[in-house]
Each structure stands twice: as structure tokens, then as C-alpha cells.
């Protein structure tokens, strides 16, 4: 039996995983980061993107997160995001409006904190639509 370690995902809203897993490969700011059992303790800024857990029995599932707050301890992990949901709870249609909305207020451009929120609104929208499309692409097969 593989060894495993303690993982946490929490929202703002609610938890939205918390059981054992193999590994988890979080979207750090300087990169993706593996973590497995035993890792030594580290405390990581992450950015919005895909949260991959491989869980006891090999399976792999995959958190969206808007960013946040890695912690890992010797036998728990923890992330702490504003908003956290299972990549199958998605909604492509909200994803590509949030892109829209996002693309064009970076168009105009008004000042440089709505730029700034728009940039990050647009970055969480397409990470969205790249989980969808990878979803998609691995329930047909391809």
C-alpha cells in the first residue's frame, strides 16, 4: 500500500475535500508543485489554475482554484482558496461570460486597478475553460 498523506481543500464557502492522497500537484506562483507524503514543511503562495490529487487507489481528481495559500505539514496538506470547486461543477457558459466580461473592461482600459481585477478575472475565466476542454478531451478518450 502506497503511503499517504492527510489533504484539505477549503473555500471561503466549505470544505471542499478532505481525505487521503497519494500526491497533489498544486499551481504554485513560481510553478506547479508536487507534493508527497512526508514532504518537509513549506508555506506557498498559489495561483489560480488546477489542483491534481491522486488519491489511495491510483485515481486522479482535479480542484479548480481561484489562488490561495499552500501549507504543508509532515502528514497534512492543507489549501486554503477563495473559491475551490471539483472540476466537474465547472460551468462553461458563467466561464465564458466572466472571460468576455474580463476582456472587455481590459479594453477600455478605465483605470489601473479595474486593469488589474480584469487581468485576474481573465486568468481564472481561462483556466476554467482549459479544465473543461480537459475534461472533455478525457471522457471521449481522447
Do not use: C, W
Not at 492527510?6 to 506547479?32: H, Y
Not at 481585477?117 to 478525457?138: D, T
Amino acid at each position: 500500500m502506497a503511503m499517504t498523506m492527510k489533504l484539505n481543500i477549503v473555500s471561503a464557502e466549505k470544505e471542499i475535500f478532505s481525505n487521503l492522497a497519494e500526491m497533489v500537484v498544486v499551481p504554485g506562483t513560481q510553478g506547479d508543485l508536487g507534493i508527497l507524503p512526508q514532504h518537509t514543511q513549506l508555506l506557498s503562495s498559489l495561483k489560480a489554475g488546477e489542483v491534481i490529487i491522486t488519491d489511495q487507489g491510483g485515481e486522479k481528481e482535479s480542484i479548480y482554484i481561484s489562488g490561495g495559500i499552500l501549507e504543508v505539514q509532515p502528514h497534512v496538506v492543507t489549501i486554503l482558496s477563495d473559491t475551490a470547486m471539483r472540476a466537474s461543477d465547472l460551468d462553461e457558459a458563467s466561464a465564458q461570460q466572466a472571460k468576455e466580461r474580463a476582456e472587455n473592461i481590459l479594453g477600455e482600459q478605465e483605470s489601473e486597478i479595474n486593469f488589474a481585477k480584469a487581468e485576474a478575472q481573465l486568468a481564472e475565466a481561462v483556466v476554467q475553460l482549459k479544465m473543461i476542454e480537459k475534461m472533455r478531451k478525457q471522457q471521449s478518450g481522447h
